[in-house]
C-alpha cells in the first residue's frame, strides 16, 4: 500500500516537462607531472622564483548525457634563466545534464564545471609542488565566466589579418 503512495507523487517528475539535472559523477586526476631540471642545484638557489601560471580547460560529450570537463594548471618557476620547476596537472570530472537547452550546455561545460574542478587541481598542485621539497604554490581563483566571456569575444573580433574597423560615436 506503501508503494502505490508513493508512486503518483513521483510521476510528475517523469512527465515531459522536466527540471534540468545536473550532476558529479565522477571527480579524477587525469594527468600530473613534475620536472625539476636542475636539482639539487636549484635547492641552492637564492633568488625568489617568478612563476607563470597557464590554465585551460576543455570538455567534451562522452554518451547522451554524459560529459567530461579538464582543467589543465601548468606552473613554471624561473629563477633568471634557470627553470626551477615545471609542474602539471589536469583535473576531470564525469558529469551528467539532462534537460539543459543546447545553448545552455556550453556554458555549463565551459564555466560551471571548470569552477566546480579548480579547488581539486589547485590542491594537486600544491601539493605536488610541496612534495618536491619546494614551497607551496597557492593559486589564486580564477573567474572561468570572465575566461569564457573573454573567448567568446575573441571569436566576434575580427582575425589579425583581417582589416579592423572602429566607429567613433
Same mark, same amino acid.
Given at each position: 500500500?506503501?508503494?502505490?503512495? !508513493?508512486?503518483? &507523487? &513521483? *510521476?510528475? @517528475?517523469? *512527465?515531459?516537462?522536466?527540471?534540468?539535472?545536473? @550532476?558529479?559523477?565522477?571527480?579524477?586526476?587525469?594527468?600530473? *607531472?613534475?620536472?625539476?631540471?636542475?636539482?639539487?642545484?636549484?635547492?641552492? !638557489?637564492?633568488?625568489?622564483?617568478?612563476?607563470?601560471?597557464?590554465?585551460?580547460?576543455?570538455?567534451?560529450?562522452?554518451?547522451?548525457?554524459?560529459?567530461?570537463?579538464?582543467?589543465?594548471?601548468?606552473?613554471?618557476?624561473?629563477?633568471?634563466?634557470?627553470?626551477?620547476?615545471?609542474?602539471?596537472?589536469?583535473?576531470?570530472?564525469?558529469?551528467?545534464?539532462?534537460?539543459?537547452?543546447?545553448?545552455?550546455?556550453?556554458?555549463?561545460?565551459?564555466?560551471?564545471?571548470?569552477?566546480?574542478?579548480?579547488?581539486?587541481?589547485?590542491?594537486?598542485?600544491?601539493?605536488?609542488?610541496?612534495?618536491?621539497?619546494?614551497?607551496?604554490?597557492?593559486?589564486?581563483?580564477?573567474?572561468?565566466?570572465?575566461?569564457?566571456? !573573454?573567448?567568446? @569575444?575573441?571569436?566576434?573580433?575580427? !582575425?589579425?589579418?583581417?582589416?579592423?574597423?572602429?566607429? &567613433?560615436?
Amino acid at each position: 500500500m506503501a508503494e502505490s503512495e !508513493q508512486k503518483p &507523487a &513521483a *510521476s510528475p @517528475q517523469g *512527465s515531459g516537462d522536466s527540471q534540468p539535472t545536473f @550532476q558529479i559523477e565522477k571527480l579524477y586526476i587525469k594527468d600530473i *607531472s613534475l620536472e625539476v631540471p636542475g636539482a639539487p642545484h636549484v635547492f641552492l !638557489q637564492t633568488d625568489n622564483p617568478q612563476l607563470e601560471v597557464q590554465v585551460r580547460n576543455e570538455a567534451m560529450q562522452i554518451t547522451d548525457h554524459m560529459y567530461e570537463a579538464t582543467v589543465i594548471v601548468t606552473v613554471t618557476a624561473r629563477a633568471g634563466e634557470r627553470t626551477l620547476f615545471l609542474a602539471e596537472a589536469a583535473q576531470a570530472g564525469i558529469f551528467t545534464a539532462r534537460g539543459f537547452a543546447p545553448q545552455d550546455m556550453e556554458p555549463l561545460l565551459a564555466i560551471g564545471c571548470p569552477t566546480i574542478l579548480f579547488p581539486y587541481v589547485r590542491e594537486a598542485i600544491s601539493d605536488l609542488v610541496t612534495r618536491a621539497g619546494f614551497p607551496p604554490v597557492l593559486l589564486s581563483p580564477i573567474s572561468f565566466e570572465a575566461l569564457y566571456l !573573454q573567448r567568446q @569575444q575573441q571569436k566576434q573580433e575580427p !582575425q589579425s589579418g583581417e582589416p579592423r574597423i572602429e566607429v &567613433a560615436r
